[in-house]
């Protein structure tokens, strides 16, 4: 038995469960969840002869449902052991903090002010999350001037508080993307995501390349991923099946983990560093290819690319038919040695999803499910009935006992086809985003695609990627 401190309070931890123990309680954690609600079950799950539906894209930290409509949500109301104003510690300052606060680069330097005045820049950027962002460390690799201006702070929102999973491919898995799209363009979109994670460790070296694993929760998830490891080693993509104190399902080697706010907040140093001028506080008003208003100022530019993920609806209305807005939501825990994790890991066709932090911290999200109707549009706070599908993970699934420090939500962008946007909307406006729910790695992409549309006027890899 040992024992940490956290936040003036002892824990009591229990040594680490022999390993083989750990995927049975996730399994009968799940058996007991189906018996509960059969809804978000099993047979919920699709065959691989029925066609895909691609509303409810399977994989990645926030697949929704198989059928494309939530299920009602008929949990008994679940309330969380420890939310804010309990009296456990609470889920971060504000009851709304990501984790990736504890390990982050402070934000000094990165308090920008709002836009007050008339600019000009070659580029208007809109939205400073990490496809924002991407966008405009590009531009100014290429020599342009750029204006960026957001809502809020950088990375104050998806960007700054998701799972920090690093996955190559769509937000379908592998299989599901080939049935869909076809082999060309699904390995396409694999190869050329794996290209991204490469970029994306080689220009930060708190990615860590750990890969990461798909588990099964029952019999029937396993056949799929069974489908997914022979599809994947067919197309010669890197994967081995796993059995592991995780549980049984497979490993993609190459997959990668990050705490997605020290990358947005070293990309917005790099920004300042490179020129580009940068505005909190400054929603964008009214869009159009040569001027983007805000609250209070205008930028005058020759494109702007929007890159708003699930807002992008209300930037551009034109839009909000094809991405939808999604909450989803994680929680914390303090540092804890009653498992090990090493790479992260996704479980129920990625609706559930969980990592450990090199500080031993478990971050743990998804269960949007059984949030529902709720989770659509909503606004982006922890809500009871999605934080105690996560408690009850952590506490009976994982069998994790370590305090939950912070809880936090955000909006992403979902699409019917399960693609993002990457395209021109109006006269010199290149909107991203509707990544459903996996922009860590296609947001950066994207946005530099936009930007070759914008300045260079062609994209080998937009042609790839998209039918044009
Ligand atoms: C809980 C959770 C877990 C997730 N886990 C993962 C994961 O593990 N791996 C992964 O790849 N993806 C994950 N995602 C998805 C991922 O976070 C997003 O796809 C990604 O962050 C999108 O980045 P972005 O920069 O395009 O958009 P955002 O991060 O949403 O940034 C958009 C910015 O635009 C600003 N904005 C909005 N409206 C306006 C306006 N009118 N004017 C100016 N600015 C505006 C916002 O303030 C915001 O800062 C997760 C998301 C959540 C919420």
Redesign the pocket.
Known sequence: MAGIVDQGRVTRMTSPAPHTSRPRRLADWWRRIVDRDPSPGGDRVERDDEPIDVTSPRR???SPMADGTPPPNTDPPVVPAERPGATNPPAGRDGNTPIWEVAAPTADGLDLPPLAETAHADLCV????????AAITAALDRGLSVVG???????????????????AGTALFHHDAVRRFGRDRALAWYRATMAEIDRLAAEDDQVRRVGSLRVAVDDTEFADIERQLAVMGDDGLPVEPWEGPEGRGLLVPTDAAMN?LTRCRRLATRALEGGARLYAD????TVSGRRVT?TDGTVHCDQVVV?????LG??LPELAGRVRPL????LGTAPTDEVALSR?VYARYGLD?WSQQPDGRIAL?GGRDHGADEEEGAR?EPSTTVQGHLDDLLRTGLGVTAPVTHR??????FTATGLPVCEQVRQGVWA??G?????????AML?RVALDLAHGGSSDLADELFET
């Open positions: 990645g930290p926030t809109i939205g400073l999350g990490g496809s924002g962002l201006v957001d809502a809020g702070a950088i990375a104050g929102r998806a960007a700054g508080r998701n799972g920090g999973f690093l996955l997605p400054s929603p964008a008003r805000t890159a708003v993920d699930g807002a209300s930037i909450r989803l939501q994680m992260p999803y999200g982006p936090w939500a955000a909006t992403v962008g991203v985003g990544y459903n729910g996996t922009g860590n790695v296609i947001g946005a």
